[in-house]
């Protein structure tokens, strides 16, 4: 079956540090892949996503290139700040029949910026 | 905007009690979900709904059950609480197949059981 495999955390960053979360899969045909946050407290919300292969998602200074020769769709961020400290989550959905309403979810990686 | 609505934020049971979840949404999505998140596992989902009148199995249904009770409302039921669902629960609302839209989640429902 789809699964997801991301680096295990927690990340931890001073403030203006370069980020990269990696992300890695395995599917069957070409899925959608996304990126979810989720802040303390509070629900996952999408930060970014890519549908095919060479797409590259962006959001909030952060970006994702969808690489289906490596099977990858790593997370980067250029400068961290402190706010952007949560919980990162790689997923994808298939692509297959008329619609996908499974998306499977990599185990999430903490990531904390400090000052 | 509300958006995703979740009750009860936090809830302690015991052993073989029984509850439901409810949730509530105001974007007028025909797709609704439930997951649990556990530390290490990520989000699996339970049980969704693509849309008003239908329910499927997700990746762990066994102990839940669920009810589409109309477009903006999806529960969780737990007939026989066990000490394994502790967990974290999120409800999320799309407004097509996962593949092309957005999940949006509501902020989690903390249950214990004892």
């Known amino acids: 079956g789809d699964s997801v495999t991301q680096m295990e955390g927690p990340v931890t960053l001073s403030e203006e540090a370069f980020l990269t979360i990696n992300c890695t899969y395995t599917?069957?045909?070409?899925?959608?892949l996304f990126w979810y946050v989720q802040y303390p407290g509070e629900g996952l919300q999408l930060l970014l996503k890519?549908?095919?292969?060479?797409d590259k998602g962006s959001n909030k200074g952060f970006e994702a290139t969808y690489r289906k020769e490596t099977t990858s769709f790593h997370l980067e961020k250029g400068s961290v700040q402190v706010s952007d400290s949560a919980v990162y989550f790689c997923?994808?959905?298939?692509?297959?029949?008329?619609?996908?309403?499974?998306?499977?979810f990599g185990k999430g990686t903490k990531l904390s910026v400090i000052p | 905007n509300a958006g995703v609505t979740q009750t009860p934020k936090f809830q302690v049971l015991k052993t073989g009690q029984s509850m439901t979840l409810q949730c509530a949404q105001d974007?007028?999505?025909?797709?609704m979900y439930w997951y649990r998140q556990d530390p290490g596992m990520g989000l699996r989902l339970i049980y969704y709904?693509?849309?008003?009148?239908?329910?499927d199995k997700g990746e762990v249904p066994n102990g839940y059950n669920v009810s589409r009770l109309n477009k903006r409302e999806f529960s969780l039921r737990l007939e026989s609480a066990a000490p394994s669902q502790t967990s974290v629960y999120f409800c999320?609302?799309?407004?097509?197949?996962?593949?092309?839209?957005?999940?949006?989640f509501g902020e989690g429902s903390r249950l214990t059981v004892l």
């Open positions: 974007m007028n999505h025909n797709s």
């Open positions: 890519a549908t095919k292969a060479d």
């Open positions: 599917a069957t045909g070409y899925p959608s």
């Open positions: 997923a994808l959905s298939d692509n297959s029949g008329a619609g996908s309403y499974q998306l499977t």
């Open positions: 709904s693509a849309s008003e009148g239908t329910t």
């Open positions: 999320a609302s799309s407004e097509a197949a996962v593949n092309t839209g957005e999940l949006f």
